[in-house]
């Protein structure tokens, strides 16, 4: 219980430090934009995060366990050198793609700020966090991810003043990333190569976590379409209205990758005798910071918003619920898929739902912006967390039996 304390406070502190950083940008970004340009930024944050996922492929994933498996410095070396080739081949893709998305679906006079914050988020799939999550060690989760990008905006808050540009935070950000992988090459992988030679190494790479990665990046499209969806298809007050909502939602996220990050290592890793009982723990704790999620989205919503976005947008109580529902499912899913069906290798089980569950949250959505009800475009994505995490806690809840029933045989 103690390791695991001080495991959850520091995978919490720190990315709750994460949490802080866009507080301090959100009031300025919407000042400079205005209320027709807040639904524009929030959609390139929105795709960003989609490239990021793209970027992360499936080490966000299967890289903590490979971590936590690994014995020696050199294997854990040859994880990481073979995750940065990998992630670098992607990065010719991805961001691209991500900026052209970016662009098409902003309002025209505020293109340049969606792309710039679809970028400046995109770079987050470079982070080693996931590294520092196999370890089980904060600390370097703070070294390494939390402490350059939040040195990041604090550079960055006098530049956007100062120039009243929202690229001037892409350029920071990227190179507090580049500073920070450099310094975390030197000390976990000296000597390694990061270009990806020979190419067909890396590719081979990309084709063994494909399942991996279609989870993670069906997952991500339809947890990123709602902003993007809505801005296309509704009016700048609607759309700006839900992409508050959309961004309070994001911010609370960190709290569940926070919670699944301390118990991952800790409910697989080897040689343990009450398995069983961390899982349940894991996943109460994790249905607790659902349910209070939930209730807080749906009272301090809509006043936080308003304060966030500089009086530019405020999300309604009915559009909180939908998000906060969505981050109940969500929440109570995660622990299943991360630390009981991934390990057990059932990542083709968990791809299929996560699409068919993606499809159907997508198309509720456009149906619903297409109607020019925004607030039912949340109801979609609580739809998809809903079918998602009915669906795989069948096959969970099997899976933790039968690893009870084999420790009792042994």
Known sequence: MKTVLLRLSGFTVFPLLSLITPFLLLPIVSGIVGGGGVSSVISGQAIGTFAATALMWGWNVDGPVAIARATTPEERATVYLRSVRTRIVLMVFALPIASVIAAFVAVPEFRVEAVSMTLATALVGMSPAWFCIGLGQPKLLAYYDTIPRFAA???????????????????????????????????????????????????????????????????????????????ATTSPLASGSLSTADTLYRFGLFTVVALGNAFQSWTIEPGIANRRQRHAFALWAHIGLGVAGLVILVAAGPWVSEILFAGQARATVEVCLYYGIAFLFLSAGTPLMRNVLIPAGRQRLILRWTLISAVLGIAAMLVAGLSGHAPLIALGMALSEAVLCAALAIPAFRELRREGDEHHVR
């Open 153 to 231: 905006t604090l550079v960055a808050v006098p530049l956007l003043l100062a120039t009243q540009q929202v690229w001037s935070y892409t350029l920071v950000l990227a190179a507090a990333t580049v500073i920070s992988l450099m310094l975390f090459h030197r000390r976990f992988s000296p000597g390694g190569v990061w270009l990806p030679k020979p190419l067909g190494a890396a590719l081979r790479d990309l084709r063994s976590q494909r399942h991996t990665a279609g989870i993670s990046m069906a997952g991500s499209a339809y947890a990123s379409t709602p902003a993007p969806i809505a801005t």
